[in-house]
T-cell receptor, first 111, second 112 residues
Framework: GENVEQHPSTLSVQEGDSAVIKCTYS??????FPWYKQELGKGPQLIID?????GEKKDQRIAVTLNKTAKHFSLHITETQPEDSAVYFC??????????FGKGNQVVVIP | EPEVTQTPSHQVTQMGQEVILRCVPI?????FYWYRQILGQKVEFLVS????????KSEIFDDQFSVERPDGSNFTLKIRSTKLEDSAMYFC??????????FGSGTRLTVV
């Protein structure tokens, strides 16, 4: 099955700085790569996704880049704010649109 | 914004008991899922459901587990004879088309 690795496991950044989280995946047939944000007591919430026919996608302060040759994709958060503090999960699809998740990354934005 | 609703938010049960976790997917969605997350581990796929039947299940989803869509709106996960290692967060999700899962807030199951 698909194996998704996510690193670093924790990331602390000063408010206003950028945060980057990287993920690698194993299944070359994967074609959909979402990123989820999980706040305490809530379920994963989709924040941005990318499909394999594009290399980069941006939505305000959040961007995702995809390198299919190297099988990795990254989440970029610019101008971080305290409300960006959360656990972020990357995922990729395999099989019949099942999601394989990374282990999650705790992002702490220091005011 | 439409939500996936899960109840209860926290369930404590004795080992060997049966539990039913409930979910109300988004009304126009066609695909339904259960995932679980054991503390400190990855979110894992359990089962997918489409057109009133299981479309895929993982190796975790053995005879102890079953799913049902009893009334066209609810989607339930039943765990028979719970074990300590079933303690986890269980997430329900639904999607309309090819992409774009929406997850519920989860049920924290604690087996004692």
């Amino acid at each position: 099955g698909e194996n998704v690795e996510q690193h670093p496991s924790t990331l602390s950044v000063q408010e206003g700085d950028s945060a980057v989280i990287k993920c690698t995946y194993s299944d070359s047939a994967s074609n959909y790569f979402p990123w989820y944000k999980q706040e305490l007591g809530k379920g994963p919430q989709l924040i941005i996704d990318i499909r394999s026919n594009v290399g980069e996608k941006k939505d305000q302060r959040i961007a995702v880049t995809l390198n299919k040759t190297a099988k990795h994709f990254s989440l970029h958060i610019t101008e971080t704010q305290p409300e960006d503090s959360a656990v972020y999960f990357c995922a990729s699809t395999y099989g019949n649109n099942r999601l394989a998740f990374g282990k999650g990354n705790q992002v702490v934005v220091i005011p | 914004e439409p939500e996936v609703t899960q109840t209860p938010s926290h369930q404590v049960t004795q080992m060997g008991q049966e539990v039913i976790l409930r979910c109300v997917p988004i009304s126009n969605h066609l695909y339904f899922y259960w995932y679980r997350q054991i503390l400190g581990q990855k979110v894992e796929f359990l089962v997918s459901f489409y057109n009133n039947e299981i479309s895929e299940k993982s190796e975790i989803f053995d005879d102890q587990f079953s799913v049902e869509r009893p009334d066209g709106s609810n989607f339930t996960l039943k765990i028979r004879s719970t074990k300590l290692e079933d303690s986890a967060m269980y997430f329900c999700a639904s999607r309309e088309g090819s992409y774009g899962y929406t997850f519920g807030s989860g049920t924290r199951l604690t087996v004692v």
